[in-house]
């Protein structure tokens, strides 16, 4: 394990900072827009820009990629990345934010394209889970860290900015300067989301959920928490709760996956879901609410993120292990879909019925998919567990991390 980690320590020292500088950001934003007087809607409708980005970077990003090289890539997206950050408290109004957001999602997805594919390079068979593992858990510590660290400036500085870019900046060094050998990118066609949808119906519609609640999540959950009177601080600490429940329910709910029909998982943590933003409601009737928002947070964090590896596990299930590459494109497709509409959609219900509005619509959204998992199981038999790929949870930034998939290394080298 530590030899594993010695290999790949640049790369997930560029991945924790560019983490770390990229949440600090994504926290400050919407915050920022609640004091200024923004809207929810939009506040909303600027939060969704990131992720039309980050779904448009995940489709071109590699192709620029693989015209330049890693290193040039790298450094050219996190340049841009550094500067469009250093242009939000320039250029203080809705249309340019969210232009900004928009060319932040997308120079983010172009990093971490590039940070993937590097680290699938120095993952062999032998170790492709760990390198894998290592790396979910330098992406969940790098977010909490960010989103804490919006408590060492007041709102109104430009200290938040100027960190958020220096973190940039300072993500480049160990990547610039490494050794490694720049690995070939693989060329990754999607399938139609029509031959997607006909393999595994329920792992484009889950993908698609995970993508509308997360989003919704780190886009209106500010304005929620600042709806209800939570200060800076405490809304770090309700944010970081559900990436704190991100981090410590995935192993859990693989080994439940793996143990049981998938199908079942996936509506055990929408019906989770639906419950703690049932609980969440029943706060607005306490005095205090934090105390059970923060143990109820990570509940609703784990249930979330959950969504998509499960998901992405079940379309494995249906699919020859040669598709597992470009199923992944696709479903990353499906969670962007819905991670674009989510925060507009989400802020719709906030601005019309109140900050507890969050809560009605994740907690709807997770009861119609639910419905939907609950057909799907009626419809189709359930594979035996023998049969069922095994769990790997999976972060959501590019198709290129399914690389180091375990169940989709066969026959790569390190």
Same mark, same amino acid.
């Given at each position: %394990?530590?030899?594993?980690?010695? /290999? ?63 290193? @040039? ?21 809705? !249309? ?10 997308? &120079? ?35 977010? %909490? ?116 029909? @998938? ?7 929408? &019906?989770?879901?639906?419950?703690? &933003? ?27 993120? /959950? ?13 020859? @292990?040669?598709? =597992? ?9 499906? =969670? ?7 925060? !507009? ?31 799907? %199981? ?19 930034? /590019?198709?290129? !991390? ?13």
């Amino acid at each position: %394990m530590l030899r594993t980690i010695a /290999s790949i320590s640049p790369l997930l020292l560029g991945a924790g900072t560019m983490m770390l500088g990229n949440a600090l950001l994504g926290l400050m934003l919407p915050l920022k827009m609640t004091a200024a007087g923004f809207s929810a809607e939009m506040t909303g409708l600027v939060m969704s820009a990131y992720f039309a980005g980050l779904l448009l970077g995940s489709l071109y990003g590699k192709r620029l990629i693989g015209e330049v090289g890693h290193i @040039r890539a790298y450094a050219g997206f996190a340049a841009i990345l550094a500067a469009v950050v250093l242009a939000h408290p320039i250029l203080f109004n809705a !249309v340019s934010w969210g232009l900004l957001r928009f060319f932040s999602g997308f &120079c983010v997805a172009g990093i971490f394209a590039a940070l993937e594919s590097w680290l699938n390079e120095r993952a062999g068979n032998e170790n492709r889970g760990r390198v894998l593992s290592i790396y979910m858990m330098v992406h969940y510590l790098g977010i %909490m860290a960010g989103q804490l660290m919006t408590n060492l400036w007041s709102l109104e500085a430009i200290e938040g900015f100027l960190m958020a870019a220096i973190m940039i900046c300072l993500s480049l060094v160990p990547v610039v300067l490494t050794r490694i050998e720049a690995p070939d990118l693989k060329k990754i066609e999607p399938l139609t989301f029509g031959a997607l949808y006909r393999a595994s119906p329920l792992s484009v519609v889950g993908c698609t959920a995970g993508g509308l609640l997360m989003s919704s999540y780190y886009g209106v959950g500010p304005l929620f928490a600042r709806g209800i009177g939570l200060n800076l601080f405490q809304v770090s600490l309700f944010m970081g709760a559900v990436i704190l429940g991100a981090f410590l329910m995935q192993w859990p709910v693989g080994r439940l996956s793996d143990r049981f029909d @998938r199908r079942s998982v996936l509506l055990g943590m929408l &019906c989770l879901a639906v419950l703690v &933003c049932m609980g969440a409601g029943a706060t607005a009737l306490m005095a205090e609410p934090l105390p059970a928002l923060l143990l109820l947070a990570p509940l609703l964090g784990g249930a979330m993120t /959950s969504l998509y590896p499960l998901s992405l596990s079940q379309a494995f299930d249906y699919l020859p @292990r040669e598709q =597992y590459l470009s199923a992944s494109s696709g479903l990353v497709l499906a =969670y962007g879909a819905g991670a674009v509409a989510g925060p !507009v959609v989400c802020s719709l219900a906030v601005g019309a019925f109140g900050p507890y509005a969050l809560f009605g619509y994740i907690g709807v959204t997770a009861a119609l998919v639910a419905a939907f998992v609950f057909y799907r %199981m009626r419809a189709r038999a359930a594979l035996p567990t023998e049969q069922q790929e095994a769990f790997v949870a999976m972060p959501r930034m /590019s198709p290129v !991390v399914v690389e180091l998939d375990p169940r989709a290394g066969e026959g790569k080298g390190g």
